[in-house]
T-cell receptor
Framework: NAGVIQTPRHKVTGKGQEATLWCEPI?????VFWYRQTIVQGLEFLTY????????DSGMPKERFSAQMPNQSHSTLKIQSTQPQDSAVYLC??????????????FGEGSKLTVL | QQKVQQSPESLIVPEGAMTSLNCTFS??????FAWYRQHSGKAPKALMS????GEKEEGRFTIHLNKASLHFSLHIRDSQPSDSALYLC?????????????FGEGTQVTVIS
């Protein structure tokens, strides 16, 4: 079991450019979560899918951030017109249940985004 | 909206001592309480969780939960240098049983030899 796989591990973009981050959840897990981690804000929830359907995107900055889960083995987080304040480690996690009973989250090692 | 706060922000503990970490939450309907540990540059990993009031022990780690006080804690007995990490507490965001967790800002623990 390879765990949750995130790519790229590091990405540097210029202000105003687009960044796309990929996540492969653990096979058989029905829920996928995206979080953002910074020193100042800590670990912040962004969005959540269950059985590929979007369930809650209440943490997503609406104008420039979007997330998709086109199939059960792949989710993407896209940030358009990146800004320096978007610099963070973006963490993807999967969970066996992620619904009626809170299940343990399995995190990937993150994608560190740096916006210059 | 669930609010989760941790104390202290950081802690230095001598090897072999007890480490005690605190977490408070705002939603009294919460039914699941967890601790995660994150070594530097690595993924957060679930450490322990508890559903009901009281105490749960696993090896050197013990969770205490007091729902009436909106408080739970993690105690690490015989702390080791390998326990040096960021410790994060987590509670479901909307209270009750929810798939989405709200995390505290973390306690940075350093165990010195």
């Amino acid at each position: 079991n390879a765990g949750v796989i995130q790519t790229p591990r590091h990405k540097v973009t210029g202000k105003g450019q687009e960044a796309t981050l990929w996540c492969e959840p653990i096979s058989g897990h029905s829920a996928v979560f995206w979080y953002r981690q910074t020193i100042v804000q800590g670990l912040e929830f962004l969005t959540y899918f269950r059985n590929q359907a979007p369930i809650d995107d209440s943490g997503m900055p609406k104008e420039r951030f979007s997330a998709q889960m086109p199939n059960q083995s792949h989710s993407t987080l896209k940030i358009q017109s990146t800004q320096p304040q978007d610099s963070a480690v973006y963490l993807c996690a999967s969970s066996l249940t992620g619904g009626a009973v809170t299940g343990q989250l399995y995190f990937g090692e993150g994608s560190k985004l740096t916006v210059l | 909206q669930q609010k989760v706060q941790q104390s202290p922000e950081s802690l230095i503990v001598p090897e072999g001592a007890m480490t005690s970490l605190n977490c408070t939450f705002s939603d009294s309907a919460s039914q699941y309480f967890a601790w995660y540990r994150q070594h530097s540059g690595k993924a957060p990993k679930a450490l322990m969780s508890i559903f009901s009031n009281g105490e749960k022990e696993e090896g050197r780690f013990t969770i205490h939960l007091n729902k009436a006080s909106l408080h739970f804690s993690l105690h690490i007995r015989d702390s080791q240098p390998s326990d040096s990490a960021l410790y994060l507490c987590a509670v479901p965001n909307t209270g009750g049983l929810s798939g989405k967790l709200t995390f505290g800002e973390g306690t940075q623990v350093t165990v010195i030899s």
